[in-house]
C-alpha cells in the first residue's frame, strides 16, 4: 500500500514519500513484468516503463493503484486507493487538522477545498500530492 511507505522512512518528506512511492511501484512492476501490467491496466507501455524506471512525476494514486494491485499480495485497485484515503482522513483526525490548516503547509499550490476534495475522491490526487498531504498529516503524528 502506497500510505504504509511513510512507516519505512526516518525523514518524512515530500520527497521522500514520492521517492518510498517510486520505488514501491518499481518493484511491483519488476515483479510481475511491464507486459502483464499493460495487459491487464489501461495504461500505455511507455507510462509502465516511465514508472518502472522509477519516475512517477503526473501519476495518480489512481494509475498507481493500478499498478500495485497487480500483486497478488495486495488488494484490488479500489480498495487500495480508499484505504489511502482512509489513512488521510483518519491522521487528520487523529493530527485534530481540517483541510485548511492541512492546505497552509502544502507546497503543491492545493486550497482547503481542493485537498477535501481530492481527499474524498471528487477530484484526482498525483502522487506528489499525496506525498505532499501524507508529510502534513503523517508528521504531526509523529
Known sequence: MLHT???????????????????????TLEA?????????TELERATLS???DGEVDGLSLTDAA???ALSESTPDSEAIVLET???LLM??????LDVDAVAAELDVGLTG????QAIE?????TLEELAAIQAVIDGRER
Open 5 to 27: 511507505v511513510a512507516d519505512e522512512l526516518d525523514t518524512l518528506t515530500p520527497a521522500s514519500l514520492v521517492a518510498g512511492y517510486a520505488d514501491r511501484l518499481a518493484t
Open 32 to 40: 510481475v513484468g511491464i507486459d502483464t501490467a499493460a495487459d491487464e
Open 50 to 52: 516511465t514508472v518502472a
Open 66 to 68: 493500478a499498478i500495485l
Open 85 to 87: 484515503r482512509d489513512h
Open 91 to 96: 491522521g487528520m483526525t487523529t493530527a485534530v
Open 113 to 116: 477545498q481542493e485537498v477535501q
Open 121 to 125: 475522491g471528487r477530484a484526482p490526487l
